[in-house]
C-alpha cells in the first residue's frame, strides 16, 4: 500500500501558495488554478489506489499542470504518480 503522506502535502500546499497568490490580481491568474487543482488533488487523497488507477491519466495530467504553476506542489504529486507506477509494476510481476 503505497503511502500518500506526499499527496496530501501537495494539496495541502497548493491551497495555501494559492491563497497567498490571489492577494493580488496579476497573482490571482496562477494562484485560482493552483487552487482549483489542489482540491482535486485532495478527492485522489481520499481516493483508494485502486480508484486513482483507474483515473491515473487525469491524475498526471493535474501534476504535471500543478508542477508549471506551483512547482513544488506538482513535484511532489508526481512523485506519487511514479511511486504508484511502481506499485502497479510490482503486481503485475507477480
Partial sequence: MLDKSLLKVSYILGIAF???????????????PTI???L??????????????????TFLLLSVILALISPLCGILALIFYIGLERENEKKMKK
Avoid at 18 to 32: D, P
Avoid at 45 to 52: C, D, G, R, T, V
Wanted: aromatic fraction near 6%.
Fill in 18 to 32: 494559492g491563497a497567498i497568490e490571489t492577494i493580488t490580481i496579476v497573482g490571482a491568474l496562477v494562484g485560482i
Fill in 36 to 38: 482549483i487543482i489542489a
Fill in 40 to 57: 482535486q488533488m485532495k478527492k485522489y487523497y481520499e481516493m483508494s489506489n485502486e480508484e486513482i488507477n483507474k483515473k491515473k491519466d
